[in-house]
């Protein structure tokens, strides 16, 4: 049997180092992973304290429960030192973190000047805002048609003359930017049964020569009522309530006009500042359109009316050209 051949003061002597040495290193952590690694290196399994105790097994009997608990004594006040330096450190990086991220509300702000929403857009929304209260809904399509959906399901075939109304922008792969939203209303119908009461804003395209009064890319808006036992009266009432409630109390008339897909079908005017201004094409569906679409014009009747967002802004805000709309001149924008 061997016989032990570490004296206890040897041992103590180790521990008292030990403890002078990490007290010093802890009070002067300068962050949390450096207190952690002196944790690390003074208390985890192959740190120093642990290397201290490995020994005691050469001491004899009677002197290890003195350096146990010697031993045992240090830990819990190393622990402690630790858990106090963690606790310094962590309320001085909160400080310091509310130091770099508070505001000085005495400082005066950084100065950007508010947008104004562009009277094409505010038009558009007011127009919209009268549809959905009279019950419908809004539904949108794309700007890049069919041949069908923007001519050949209004009623409009290759060879019909009414082509020769609308000059058009076609595509290399056959299709077109459309050249009115009426396009939608096909869309809805063929994926909807009735009844049917949409509104349908977008951007349209014709190879117009730009003026005053005229543009190649442009807005309209178009509705669609279809249901049973519709009536050219309930066209003229929806008509002239919208007009109402868009221009107030003027006088309104309807003309005789030609359109290939709603018959019959009628020009809108409005007394405007002494002189009629026309605002507006209606009318009932064409039959031949709901045959289109898959609806029994036997047992399903429908108007339709079609306008533009610009003629519509240019009266309202007495704007005498089209072309302001779209050159994003502040002086003109910042009046609305």
């Known amino acids: 049997m061997t016989t032990p051949t570490l004296d206890r003061t040897v041992l103590t002597a180790q521990l008292t180092d030990l403890e002078t040495k990490a007290l010093e290193a802890i009070a002067h952590a300068a962050d949390l992973d450096s207190l952690e690694q002196l944790r690390v290196a003074y208390l985890g399994k192959k740190g120093e304290l642990s290397q201290i105790l490995a ?22 006040k190393l622990l402690h030192t630790l858990e106090e330096r963690r606790h310094t450190l962590h309320t001085a990086n909160i400080a310091a973190q509310l130091a770099a991220e508070s505001l000085d509300v005495t400082m005066p702000a950084v100065f950007r000047p508010q947008g104004h929403i562009h009277p094409l857009n505010s038009t558009i929304d007011r127009i919209i ?16 048609e069919s041949d069908y959906y923007n001519f050949e399901a209004l009623n409009t075939p290759a060879d019909h003359p ?34 049917i009461r949409i509104v349908a804003p977008g951007r349209c395209y014709r190879r117009d020569t730009e003026d005053a009064t005229h543009a190649a890319v442009f807005h309209q808006i178009e509705i669609l009522a279809i249901d049973e036992g ?15 409630e868009l221009f107030g109390d003027v006088p309104i008339r309807f003309r005789a006009s030609y359109f290939p897909f709603t018959e019959p079908s009628a020009e809108v005017d409005v007394q405007w500042q002494g002189r009629w201004l026309e605002v507006m094409g209606c009318g009932m569906v ?8 898959g609806y029994d014009p036997e047992i399903y009747t429908g108007f339709a009316a079609g306008f533009g967002v610009e003629r519509f802004a240019m009266v309202l805000h007495q704007i005498d050209d089209i072309r302001r709309f779209y050159t994003s001149d502040l002086r003109f924008l910042r009046q609305f």
């Open 162 to 195: 009414a082509r020769d109304m609308q000059d058009t922008f076609y595509l290399p792969d056959g299709n077109l930017l459309r050249t009115h939203t009426s396009s939608v209303q096909i869309r809805h119908m063929e994926l909807n049964d009735p009844p």
């Open 55 to 76: 020994l005691m097994g050469k001491l004899p009997a009677s002197d290890r429960p003195h350096i146990g608990s010697l031993a045992n004594t240090l830990k819990e």
């Open 129 to 144: 805002d009268i549809f959905v209260g009279l019950g419908y809904t809004v539904d949108d399509g794309p700007e890049m």
């Open 230 to 244: 519709l009536t050219f009266t309930d066209l003229k009432g929806t008509v002239s309530t919208f007009l109402a």
């Open 286 to 293: 064409d039959p031949a359109v709901l045959k289109n679409v």
